[in-house]
C-alpha cells in the first residue's frame, strides 16, 4: 500500500528549502517515511482500540 508520493515529497523539500541547496530526493526517503506512517498508524489504531473507539482520531497518533 502506497502512502507517499515521491513527486509530493520533492514539492515539500523544495518548498521547504529556503536555501534552495536540496535539489534531489532519494528513493530511500520515500521506502522511510512509508515506514515510519505505517508504524505511526498501526500505534493509533492500537490506542483507539485500548479506549474502545472505533474512529481512529489525531490524538491517538
Do not use: C, F, H, P
Amino acid at each position: 500500500m502506497t502512502l507517499i508520493i515521491k513527486s509530493k515529497i520533492r514539492e515539500v523539500v523544495k518548498k521547504l528549502d529556503n536555501d534552495n541547496q536540496i535539489t534531489s530526493v532519494a528513493e530511500e526517503v520515500e521506502k522511510e517515511l512509508e515506514r515510519k506512517v505505517e508504524g505511526m498508524l498501526r500505534k493509533g489504531i492500537e490506542r483507539a482500540k485500548a479506549n474502545q473507539r472505533r474512529t481512529l482520531l489525531a490524538r491517538d497518533l
